[in-house]
């Protein structure tokens, strides 16, 4: 099987924010790299929509709503409020390995 690597950036929207890969990955992390200083990683073996989170204080959690969607062709960053902040830096990778 070929390995499969995606890394990209964009600023937290508040919202859902999609993310093409051109893959499916096996493993997702988010990181919030603003004031938030958080992230989310996800597994494809997860449900919709959940994901491992770490924030600031290094409090960890696993989250069921507002985490990571994988999809056919990338992922989907949900409305979590300590990764997903309006305005502030996220970067991403993906792997297919």
């Known amino acids: 099987m070929e390995k499969y690597t995606h890394s990209d950036t964009k600023n937290g929207t508040g919202a859902a924010i999609s993310f093409n890969c051109g893959f499916r990955p096996?493993?997702?992390k988010a990181m919030n790299v603003g004031a938030g200083l958080s992230s989310l990683e996800a597994?494809?073996?997860?449900?919709?929509?959940?994901?491992?989170k770490e924030i600031s204080t290094g409090v960890k959690s696993f989250v069921a709503t507002g985490g990571i969607t994988i999809t056919d062709y990338g992922f989907i960053l949900g409305a979590d409020a300590n990764v997903n902040i309006a305005g502030q830096p996220i970067h991403v990778i993906a792997h297919r390995m």
Do not use: E, L, P
Not at 43 to 52: E, L
């Open 26 to 28: 096996k493993y997702v």
């Open 43 to 52: 597994t494809d073996s997860m449900a919709a929509g959940s994901g491992f």
